[in-house]
């Protein structure tokens, strides 16, 4: 891993030195991106991943084969497209992770503590949720996004994750909507995805869970928001908070109609 | 940050025109679910999530889109809050002001409270020609004082804009460093020189 990272780092300066424009240098990155895709270390997460799904663990010493991710219990294939999602046994959406979460507990007979304390790995301080969301996204590769908001509380999720989206605070007065809310911009040499806008929305969301080259982890979405509230500039993002779920539903249901395309690679 | 201020969601309610009672409560509720998806981490406190009249007026899309007796309101607030230096000079050290566009720690929950926070103004602002890693949310700062000069109006428009870029124009992006606390009013002079001064590389 550490030698492919060096590698693409590498490759990426080599570029850097090269160019003589910013022009030129989105295009060397543009370039580096497409090489990246050869070979997508996410594979290793998806393996553990399915591991995870098939081991018996907990104190009640059973798999996460029973879990009902929407589509009916053990029905993994297709169904990240549809999440997130109202679940009438919880009465309430629930994304992903908190689906899973939910599993540990109910079926596996955890602690919610004990369930949720690593939502994202470090080296060897690995996180089931990135094994799990790699392998259970994978299932959903080629599937085309088909988030409803029909239930009231899914159409209640959705509205409080707009407003959120929009929300400007903290000492920046930073919004999601500040970076995202354009087309064509960037941050450095980073494109931003327009998340305000059909083909923005797919693009950003269809490309998630990915492996980042600079961290060697697989992240999941609500690594992301986690991530990009750091860097907004608020207080720390609770792992399956409401509030994620409700910007997971908006963003989710923006990006309808597109074909799942993760876990992706970035860099 | 100032307490939220109910009579001022009446105001934006009065005068927003576009408003119903419902998106009101929308607004409410998110915030009350923020507040509790939220945890205070290092210097990140929750009171961040409390809103002030720029930063709630403007938590709509698009930004600029704020009626515009709001938007005069916001303007005139802030432009109330700018502090010029004391000492009367507005211009620092350029070579200063490039390190400080180019760092981007600071503030977050991540950061130790004790450095130095950065401008970041290169995440947003193309500013010279050698650096190319330039984002694009504001507009090119390239030539900027070659393009204006150096008087003492232009020095006070500068410095008031990196102190609080919504005296100038209410909603816009950028964060109001001085208001905010975010850069010290030495750093800010020394932003104001990267930007005037003639051999600073924003003007080459």
Redesign the interface.
């Known amino acids: 891993m550490t030698v492919f990272r060096t590698l693409a780092i590498a490759g990426l300066l080599l570029g850097y030195a090269a160019?003589t424009?910013?022009q030129s240098?989105v295009d060397e990155i543009a370039k580096y991106r497409q090489q990246l895709q050869d070979g997508n270390p996410a594979d290793l997460w998806e393996a553990r991943g399915e591991d995870v799904w098939k081991q018996k663990r907990g104190p009640k010493g059973v798999s996460l084969e029973r879990c009902d991710l929407g589509l009916g219990p053990g029905v993994v294939t297709g169904a990240y497209a549809q999440l997130p999602r109202y679940f009438s046994d919880a009465d309430r959406v629930m994304d992903l992770e908190t689906r899973l979460v939910h599993c540990m507990v109910t079926l596996q007979g955890m602690s919610l503590a004990d369930a949720t304390k690593r939502p994202f790995g470090s080296g060897t301080n690995r996180s089931d949720f990135e094994a799990l969301a790699a392998w259970i996204t994978a299932e959903s590769r080629g599937t085309k996004m088909n988030v409803s908001i029909s239930h009231p509380k899914e159409a209640q999720a959705y509205?409080?994750g707009e407003?959120?989206f929009?929300?400007?605070?903290?000492?920046?007065?930073?919004?999601c909507?500040?970076?995202h809310?354009?087309s064509?911009?960037?941050?450095?040499?980073?494109d931003?995805p327009n998340l305000?806008e059909k083909a923005g929305a797919q693009l950003g969301y269809t490309t998630w869970p990915a492996y980042r080259v600079s961290q060697g982890e697989l992240r999941t979405f609500q690594w992301r928001l986690y991530d990009c509230?750091?860097?907004q500039?608020?207080?720390?993002?609770?792992f399956t908070?409401?509030?994620?779920i409700?910007l997971t539903t908006f963003l989710a249901y923006n990006a309808n109609g597109a074909a799942f395309n993760a876990p992706a690679i970035k860099r | 940050?100032t307490q939220p201020r109910p009579l001022l969601l009446v105001l934006l309610f009065v005068l927003g025109g576009c408003a119903t009672p419902t998106e009101l409560d929308?607004?409410k509720?998110?915030?009350e679910?923020?507040r509790?998806?939220?945890?205070?981490?290092g210097q990140?406190?929750?009171d961040?999530?409390?809103?002030d009249l720029?930063?709630?007026a403007?938590?709509?899309?698009?930004?600029t889109s704020v009626n515009k007796e709001i938007a005069a309101t916001i303007e005139k607030e802030n432009m109330a809050s700018i502090r010029y230096p004391a000492d009367g000079k507005l211009l620092g050290d350029w070579k200063s002001g490039e390190r400080i566009a180019q760092s981007g720690v600071g503030?977050?929950?991540?950061d130790d409270p004790k450095n130095a926070s950065g401008g970041n103004c290169?995440?947003?602002h193309?500013m010279s020609k050698q650096e190319?890693?330039?984002?694009?949310?504001g507009p090119s700062l390239l030539g900027f004082g070659k393009l204006r000069g150096n008087s003492e109006a232009i020095q006070r428009y500068t410095y008031g804009k990196i102190w609080n870029a919504?005296a100038y124009s209410a909603c816009s992006?950028m964060?109001?460093f001085g208001h905010?606390?975010?850069l010290t009013e030495a750093q800010i002079k020394d932003l104001t020189a990267l930007l005037l001064d003639p051999a600073s590389p924003v003007n080459q």
């Open positions: 160019v424009s910013a240098a509205r409080l407003k959120m929009y929300f400007r605070g903290g000492p920046h007065d930073f919004a909507a500040t970076c809310g354009e064509g911009k960037r941050i450095r040499l980073q931003l305000t509230f750091r860097q500039r608020f207080p720390e993002l609770k908070s409401e509030a994620s409700a | 940050m929308i607004a509720q998110a915030h679910v923020m509790a998806s939220f945890k205070e981490t990140a406190t929750l961040r999530l409390n809103q720029a930063q709630s403007c938590s709509i899309p698009p930004s503030k977050q929950f991540s290169y995440a947003c193309q190319i890693s330039f984002g694009t949310i919504q992006n964060p109001r905010n606390g975010i």
